[in-house]
């Protein structure tokens, strides 16, 4: 009596690919010869050679003695002593810092205006998004600029800037309405 195996498509399909694999694996390992002969032929090939290294160049070395010379780093008399800088507009340094001062200048909006005529206020946007409301006579910007008008399109501020020699100088700005 002879049996039959029943082998299901599942099981003869892995069957099939597993000896596809052993095959192929097979097939790597012959005819390698002529692989190794060129290996074995470029290593003993001597390499073009090295170029030799650059000479370093010396320099002279130089010895600075400042022989009783101002330092250049320190500030100048002219710049120690009191002088027109001293008399010139200053930042008062004592007042107390209002919200808008601590925006720049050019990150701030102007929205529109409340009011009209010397009671007219104007509305100014925050890079937060809050909305000031501004009068004349107060601060905003980081360098101390002082609203000195407001109209219905502007708002003009004076503001005290270093002049690179210990003092201040006034130089006016404005927003205007919508800009930015």
Known sequence: MSRLIAIRPSQLA??????????????????????????AQEKSKKGAPIPPLPVIKTFETFQYTDDGKRDPFAASTAERQPSAAASGPRPDEGRAKQPLEMFALDSLKMVGTVG????????????????HRVHPKEYMGQNYGRVTD?????????????????GWMERSASIGLGEK
């Open 14 to 39: 892995r069957l099939l690919l597993m000896l596809g694999a052993v095959l192929l694996l097979a097939g790597c390992t012959r005819g390698m010869s002529d692989l190794r002969d060129w290996v």
């Open 150 to 166: 407001i109209a219905e399109d502007r708002i003009d501020l004076v503001e005290l800037v270093s002049n690179g020699n210990g």
């Open 116 to 131: 009209t005529g010397a009671g007219m206020e104007a509305l100014v946007k925050d890079p937060g998004g809050v909305i």
